[in-house]
């Protein structure tokens, strides 16, 4: 039997990990070996993104790398970039890729790959993932249809895994035991809306109750999903992990609505104001884009005052990237890419000071006490985990700790954390 090495590297969202995962459990099952991007492989998978002119880029550059790496591989590209090019073919003949496949529905890709080795058998779909943290997707595509965004066009309306087959896998990665599940999807707030008798609330509620569980996170959520029957759920469960990424995309109402965006900056504050009722720890986190098409001196400053004044623990900060197709890029007013550079450096350098100062205040607050912490990674004599809020924390210990929730004591904190020493 052929022995088949199958490399991968994803870009872009949690959501192209998970079906990267998927794709590579199901390899796995017809006995496929699952080697490293960065080496030598017999099939190379490359899961692209195409949010912004940057993500086609590097998707072009992996592309490139794993032909590169081995001329005579199989090289296949699936995700966003590979569904929103307009000739495939030219695209196909111009980076030497010999597959273009969904990764949502790889029957056919799998079929090749199996056709490779005689010997192969039926496929299973396995999870192929971090045994620590494993991300569970629970729904697809989008309709709210953002004036800056390509993914509705390239992701398809919304559709809902059913509730029970999301239980079973998490049920599985319990038992084989995974700490922390992570729920992801392109629009995680619609979860349910298309299946008509679910809901994201009621689905949390469901998985909150499951005997095992340690940790439940949540990837990413949009404000209009902070509803009192959210809040309520939230509050129940000390397994919720305190850590909201709450999208933002601006703090100034003007450019929201340019955005299309469906929720004020006044509104915004009051979910705010909730979560952190209900946790005084929690650390909220967003994205934000700066340079939006027709964003002024002014507009700007009402987003980095706003996202002062709001006190992100993180914010990840992108230059508007004109995406055809889309109702921003017939815009006017488009921003110069100087102007986006020196914004975009602005609001950077305040994410960095706020999240010096959530530091700060959580190493506070935490003072005298003993705070869980998943450890995750060991580099240079030090252990790194998490906590429930996301604060990363390092210890000094000789005992292994990979995948284990330890109790920490904190002693000190800097701009990459928190540090603190291990309680036997």
């Known amino acids: 039997m052929k022995n088949i090495v199958v490399a991968a590297h994803t870009l872009g969202c949690k959501v192209n990990q998970c079906d990267t995962d998927a794709v590579l459990g199901r390899l796995s099952a017809i006995g496929c070996t699952i080697g490293r991007f960065e080496q030598a492989a017999d099939v190379y998978i490359i899961n692209t993104c195409t949010v912004t002119h940057a993500s086609d880029k590097k998707s072009r550059q992996m592309i490139r790398r794993a032909r590169k790496q081995n001329p005579a591989a199989y090289v296949a590209v699936c995700g966003c970039m590979a569904q929103n090019v307009k000739d495939s073919a030219a695209m196909a003949q111009t980076l030497g890729i010999d597959c273009i496949f969904d990764a949502r529905s790889p029957e056919s890709f799998i079929q090749k790959v199996s056709e490779m080795d005689e010997g192969a058998g039926d496929c299973a779909l396995l999870s192929h993932r971090n045994r620590t943290r494993a991300f569970v997707k629970i729904q697809d595509g ?20 059913p509730v029970a087959d999301i239980l079973v896998e998490i049920n599985m990665l319990i038992a084989d035991g995974v700490q922390e599940i992570v729920l992801t999807g392109i629009q995680v707030a619609s979860y349910g809306e298309d299946i008509g008798d679910a809901s994201l609330t009621a689905l949390m509620g469901r998985i909150l109750t499951l005997e095992g569980l340690q940790r439940l996170r949540l990837s990413s959520i949009e404000p209009c999903a902070v509803t009192g029957e959210f809040l309520a759920v939230a509050a129940s469960s000390p397994a919720l992990c305190d850590h909201f990424h709450l999208s933002l995309q601006s703090g ?11 929720y004020t900056t006044a509104q915004y504050v009051r979910i705010a104001a909730q979560l952190r009722q209900i946790a005084p720890d929690v650390a909220l986190t967003t994205d934000i884009i700066v340079g939006f098409p027709g964003e002024t001196d002014q507009e700007f400053e009402e987003s980095l005052a706003f996202v002062q004044k709001i006190g992100f623990a993180r914010v990840h900060v992108f230059e508007y990237s004109k995406r055809e197709g889309t109702v921003a890029a017939s815009m006017p007013g488009h921003v110069p890419d100087s102007v986006k550079s020196e914004r975009s450096e602005r609001m950077r350098r305040m994410a960095e000071t706020l999240q010096l100062d959530f530091y ?14 998943l450890f995750e990674t060991k580099k240079a004599g030090k252990w790194t985990g998490h906590t429930s809020n996301y604060c990363p924390v390092q210890v000094i210990s000789d005992i292994n700790l990979s995948n284990t929730i330890g109790q920490v004591a904190v002693t000190a904190y800097g701009p990459h954390g ?3 020493e291990i309680i036997p």
């Open 252 to 262: 100034s109402d003007t450019v929201l609505q340019r955005m299309n965006r469906r």
């Open 142 to 161: 989008c309709d709210r249809f953002c004036a800056y965004c390509i993914v509705p066009y390239v992701r398809g309306k919304p559709k809902s895994r």
């Open 360 to 373: 700060r205040d959580f190493y506070t607050a935490q003072v005298g006490k003993i705070i869980p912490v």
């Open 418 to 420: 928190l540090e603190g």
